[in-house]
Antibody
Framework: EVQLVESGGGLVKPGGSLRLSCATSGFTFSRYSVNWVRQPPGKGLEWVSSISRSGSDIYYTDSVKGRFTISRDDAKNSLYLQMNSLRAEDTAVYYC??????????????WGQGTLVTVSS | DIQMTQSPSSLSASVGDRVTITCRASQGISNYLAWYQQKPGKVPKLLIYAASTLQSGVPSRFSASGSGTDFTLTISSLQPEDVAAYFCQGYYTVPPTFGQGTKLEIK
């Protein structure tokens, strides 16, 4: 069974940092691109970042460029998102999602349960 | 960025009704379109990809069509368990973008 389990969310002050993790199982992690997608409370979905299976192709939405860093550890079957200089508008549930694409993000066939990030003073 | 616009934003229909949701892209995206269902308090679930290909395990009452800029998701006979928000997502370019969602309720 394919599983993705996020962790690392919580309450942080504006300007602070958090590191999200996504532990995966049930599939060969190294063969898939993976993504972070977020959803502010009561709102729609927003793609945040993608990393290809090789790790050589990385993309970010404009609003997080220079502040967020995506990475992966194939030995640990895990995806990460380092979030710095956090803003109130980054408040959301953050999902990791498996991608059916190649070098750039496509569609997402499996999602984790999400981890809530709240940025507030 | 390519903008995805869904209509309607909300919809109320009766059990057994045929329901159609529309998604329009701000520029042509060929068939690079997916649909997701998100039930209240749950994780998004992939329903359709490549504009019309049903994901494994999705009931056959769901279907979708379209190409270029105009796409539709159809539920042939609405069931109570279909109460959810539905999102389209284009993936022709980076960034992949989602529609704002359509909230479907039972009348």
């Amino acid at each position: 069974e394919v599983q993705l389990v996020e962790s690392g969310g919580g309450l942080v002050k504006p300007g602070g940092s958090l590191r999200l993790s996504c532990a995966t199982s049930g599939f060969t992690f190294s063969r898939y691109s993976v993504n972070w997608v977020r959803q502010p409370p009561g709102k729609g979905l927003e793609w945040v970042s993608s990393i290809s299976r090789s790790g050589s192709d990385i993309y970010y939405t404009d609003s997080v460029k220079g502040r967020f860093t995506i990475s992966r550890d194939d030995a640990k079957n895990s995806l990460y998102l380092q979030m710095n200089s956090l803003r109130a508008e980054d408040t959301a549930v953050y999902y990791c999602a498996r991608d059916q694409g190649g070098s750039y993000p496509y569609f997402f066939d499996y999602w984790g349960q999400g981890t809530l990030v709240t940025v507030s003073s | 960025d390519i903008q995805m616009t869904q209509s309607p934003s909300s919809l109320s229909a009766s059990v057994g009704d045929r329901v159609t949701i529309t998604c329009r892209a701000s520029q042509g995206i060929s068939n690079y379109l997916a649909w997701y269902q998100q039930k209240p308090g749950k994780v998004p679930k992939l329903l359709i990809y490549a504009a019309s290909t049903l994901q494994s395990g999705v009931p056959s009452r769901f279907s979708a069509s379209g190409s270029g800029t105009d796409f539709t998701l159809t539920i042939s006979s609405l069931q109570p368990e279909d109460v959810a928000a539905y999102f389209c997502q284009g993936y022709y370019t980076v960034p992949p973008t989602f529609g704002q969602g359509t909230k479907l309720e039972i009348k």
